[in-house]
């Protein structure tokens, strides 16, 4: 199964003990995201859309959340 396309994100920082992974999906595709085999994997199917990025004219805005109510997906890898 193909993967709708992504951007691939590492954060490092002070004080975060490991780098966190996550995943940006672009907004206007989609189709291929409602057939993504990581995104279909997230149980808790609300939480998909912090890995979303709204198309905005020509730009993606792609908020990430440490921790609270809107706390980005990080992946286990």
Known sequence: RKMAPHL???IVAR???IGLHTRMYFGDE???NAEDPVLMRIEQRERVSTLV???DG???KFDIHLQGIN???FFDI
């Open 8 to 10: 691939t994100v590492w």
């Open 15 to 17: 004080g975060i003990n």
């Open 30 to 32: 989609e189709a291929a």
């Open 53 to 55: 990025a709204p198309r």
């Open 58 to 60: 020509d730009i993606y």
């Open 71 to 73: 706390e980005t997906v």
